[in-house]
């Protein structure tokens, strides 16, 4: 049965409120760490309780899935700040330090030209998936306890051990 402290791998498909297809297990199936946040919150709550074999439709709000679009996370960033050789194209993805020592994954939307005909770069910190009403058909094929090792480090490891 699925609770805290165990790994479970899921076959599953991922579509939005229009029915396009966001994401899918493919062959392999997903594992995770049930209880140490891998998955999202909505999700995670809904496998509680259930076994090797189930079949089950969860339908995620944003708030218990990647959260709510903030305005406040979009900036326009000069050209001129990124590295002269950094691939700078719509859809990229990159990881900044922020002044606190976080890291955060922002995404390019947009280049655009400044008032002065200087290049910008829309830089978004939400989640690509912000804001997006999750519907996941999700089928259980594996739960098992999960090692020590992976209760310390808090994810599911590879065959064979700890791969990072």
């Known amino acids: 049965?699925?609770?805290?402290?165990?790994?479970?791998?899921?076959?599953?498909?991922?579509?939005?409120?229009?029915?396009?297809?966001?994401?899918?297990?493919?062959?392999?199936?997903?594992?995770?760490?049930?209880?140490?946040?891998?998955?999202?919150?909505?999700?995670?709550?809904?496998?509680?309780?259930?076994?090797?074999?189930?079949?089950?439709?969860?339908?995620?709000?944003?708030?218990?899935?990647?959260?709510?679009?903030?305005?406040?996370?979009?900036?326009?960033?000069?050209?001129?700040?990124?590295?002269?050789?950094?691939?700078?194209?719509?859809?990229a993805a990159f990881v900044v330090e922020t002044p606190t020592g976080e890291l955060m994954q922002l995404h390019i939307t947009a280049i655009t030209k400044g008032p002065d005909g200087a290049e910008l770069v829309r830089c978004d910190a939400n989640h690509p998936l912000a804001g997006e009403r999750l519907h996941f058909a999700v089928e259980i094929v594996e739960v098992r306890d999960a090692t020590d090792e992976e209760r310390v480090h808090g994810h599911v490891h590879g065959a064979g051990g700890h791969h990072h």
């Open 1 to 91: 049965m699925i609770e805290d402290g165990k790994v479970v791998s899921v076959h599953y498909t991922l579509k939005n409120d229009a029915g396009e297809q966001l994401d899918a297990s493919g062959s392999e199936p997903l594992a995770y760490l049930h209880g140490a946040q891998n998955i999202v919150p909505g999700l995670e709550r809904k496998l509680t309780g259930r076994k090797v074999g189930d079949k089950v439709d969860v339908v995620v709000d944003p708030g218990d899935g990647y959260g709510m679009r903030d305005p406040r996370a979009v900036q326009d960033v000069p050209r001129a700040a990124f590295p002269p050789d950094a691939p700078i194209e719509v859809g």
